[in-house]
């Protein structure tokens, strides 16, 4: 065989290898494609959330406590009374203006703390210039971290060198940020903002266990914290369908069914699947009818 038949042979070769490649990834992709429904959430009056746990798990499903990256503050009885014995302090924000803030959102595993500043009114290119006063500065960190005015000015410097020797273009470089391994003061965080607050604003996604407090004083918003409440998923897997629900310490609900994206996937049927995990989980079976739907054909 000459020279031009073995390169023919070797370019066929090639394409059919090239062929088989995309046939295995198309026939992945296929494989792995799932169809899904999600719900938006809602609020069940008087439900009872411990309850419905063990409920669930009397009835076979499998139930997953839900965590966050937060931490638990001891002693404020207030707070355990409305959020659950074991809500967490996700995140705790300070704005200067309507354009600059601090936001403090904490990381209990790795005993840390990640400060972000944002500079709303300058989108392009973050500088020094563009954060709060030293003296603010100093003020929120003594205010938040159990530590004195020169450990504070230490981390404001430690920030102001970072902005300044920062590349501009790398990621996140218009939202400066800085680590702190300080014990967290929560308590007096938290009354400073009630204290200095003549409105404090709540709002909640249910289901998701999500609750954020802004405070507002007579000149604007002050601040504000985010909590993550006692939250659930509750699991059933019925040849090949899987189905969650999602339930919170307010009573807050929300649920996804999903299955491969090849099988017939009705509403109404899932619909019905979980009327009927409502009634056994204590939740009023009749819930599903004020969740609004969304579906996906595929996630590709």
Not at 57 to 79: K, M, N, T, W
Not at 115 to 132: G, H, I, M, Q
Not at 183 to 208: H, K
Not at 276 to 285: D, L, T
């Amino acid at each position: 065989m000459n020279r031009l038949g073995w390169v023919a042979i070797a370019l066929v070769g090639v394409v059919v290898v090239g062929l088989a490649a995309y046939a295995v990834f198309a026939g992945v992709l296929i494989g792995s494609d799932v169809a899904s429904y999600s719900s938006d959430g809602v609020t069940v009056s008087d439900l009872q959330y411990e309850d419905v746990l063990t409920r669930s798990e009397a009835a076979g499903y499998a139930v997953e406590r839900v965590g966050s990256s937060g931490f638990h503050p001891d002693g404020i009885d207030e707070l355990d009374a409305e959020l659950g014995p074991e809500y967490e302090a996700f995140r705790v924000t300070f704005d200067h203006s309507e354009t600059k803030r601090l936001w403090a959102t904490f990381y209990a595993a790795e005993g840390t703390t990640v400060v972000t500043f944002f500079a709303d009114d300058n989108p392009d290119e973050f500088t020094v210039d563009d954060l709060p006063p030293d003296e603010w500065l100093v003020d929120r960190l003594t205010l938040l971290f159990e530590m004195d005015e020169a450990t504070a000015e230490r981390y404001v410097e430690e920030l102001k060198t970072d902005v300044r020797t920062s590349d501009p273009t790398e990621p996140g470089a218009g939202t400066p940020s800085i680590e702190i391994d300080e014990p967290v003061a929560f308590r007096a965080t938290y009354d400073s903002l009630t204290a200095e607050a003549t409105t404090v604003n709540a709002t909640s996604s249910p289901g998701s266990g999500w609750h954020e407090r802004e405070y507002y004083a007579a000149d604007g918003k002050i601040g504000s914290i985010e909590f993550v409440l006692p939250r659930a998923t509750v699991t059933h897997e019925a040849d090949g369908y899987t189905y969650r629900v999602h339930v919170d310490y307010h009573g807050g609900v929300e649920v996804d069914a999903q299955t491969r994206a090849s099988r017939t996937f009705a509403e109404d049927d899932v619909r019905a699947v979980f009327r009927h995990m409502f009634a056994e989980m204590g939740v009023p079976p009749d819930t599903i009818d004020h969740m609004q739907f969304e579906y996906r054909g595929s996630v590709w």
